[in-house]
């Protein structure tokens, strides 16, 4: 087994595949998504395109974004288990285009970057997509997302169908049936937003008018409200006790460890006498010395 996979790397490595070049590349299908101000302020273009099975692969793949562009967002090819997979590309600027070109090794492919050339004026925003039509499609769908707060959206040329998305936007379609090489489009976008929020996370949402502090009680914080004031309560009686500790350590200081108590010494009467046998103490009403025995 091991014999036999080096042996399928070594033809590999001296007898590489050809690859396919641009010329004649042709997609059977082809869908163009268009999101602005999706997650980023700029225009998220997304192309998910299938290779027509008349291509021999590897293939190369070649897609033209507008220099402004920079860097591609992600290019990727989707193998049979429907995992994406990125793969190495290469920048090329050609004029007014920047060209992305990468190995296909598999007949899905993904391509995205983000277009910074949309325009704001005031409340008004304006941007123009261009497929440069550096390829055949079979059947090409361009899809228009509304970001979340827009109104009076306009599309050139118009698109015909509308539907509501899982993340509650609003996308428009417009399929196109076939798309020969070098047959370009410019799909014109106007709508108007009130603040710069994007559709998904990023940047929050900007009031129209300024927020004025507000004090209020909200239903889950009338019910911390017994929690509060026990906690603030037990902090009281914790307080208390420490300033009776401390002003009682402070009044009364504890007794040296070094100072011992004194022995008492026996107490006895002013009118007790000794006896005269033995000199022992007697007491007044002693008859006989409790030493010696002697008669008092």
């Keep these: 087994m091991k014999k036999t996979v080096l042996f399928i790397l070594l033809v590999l490595v001296l007898f590489p595949l ?15 998504d268009i999101w602005p101000e ?47 997979m990125s793969v190495k590309y290469e920048r ?43 390829h055949t499609v ?26 509501q998305g899982s993340d509650g936007l609003k996308y428009f379609r417009m399929s196109e049936t076939p798309f020969k090489e070098n047959e370009s489009l410019n799909i014109l976008i106007k709508y108007h937003k009130t603040s710069d929020a994007l559709s998904v996370g990023g940047q929050s949402v900007q009031p129209r008018k300024p927020i004025e502090p507000q004090l209020s009680f909200s239903f889950r914080g009338w019910n911390l409200l017994p929690w509060m004031l026990g906690s603030l309560g037990f902090l009281f009686i914790l307080g208390a006790v420490g300033i009776y500790w401390w002003f009682g350590e402070k009044r009364n200081p504890p007794a040296s460890l070094e100072s011992k108590p004194k022995p008492q010494e026996p107490v006895f009467s002013e009118l007790s006498s000794s006896c005269p046998q033995c000199g022992s103490k007697t007491s007044e009403n002693d008859r006989y010395c409790r030493v010696c025995g002697h008669k008092l």
């Design 92 to 134: 090329v600027v050609k004029g007014e285009f920047a060209e992305i070109s990468f190995i296909a090794t598999f007949h899905e492919v993904q391509f995205e970057y983000y277009d910074p050339l949309i325009k704001k004026e005031g409340n008004l925003r304006t941007f123009t997509y261009t497929w440069p039509g550096n």
């Design 138 to 163: 079979n059947s090409v769908v361009f899809q228009v997302q509304e970001p979340r707060g827009a109104y009076e959206l306009d599309l050139s040329p118009p698109f015909g169908e509308s539907y």
């Design 38 to 84: 999706y997650d980023d302020p700029r225009v998220l273009i997304i192309y998910r395109g299938v290779l027509s099975s008349q291509v021999s692969l590897p293939a190369l793949v070649t897609f033209q974004i507008p220099v402004e562009a920079g860097q591609p967002n992600a290019v990727a090819v989707r193998d049979p288990d429907n995992k994406l």
């Design 18 to 32: 050809p690859v396919q070049g641009q010329e004649g590349l042709t997609f059977d299908e082809l869908v163009v």
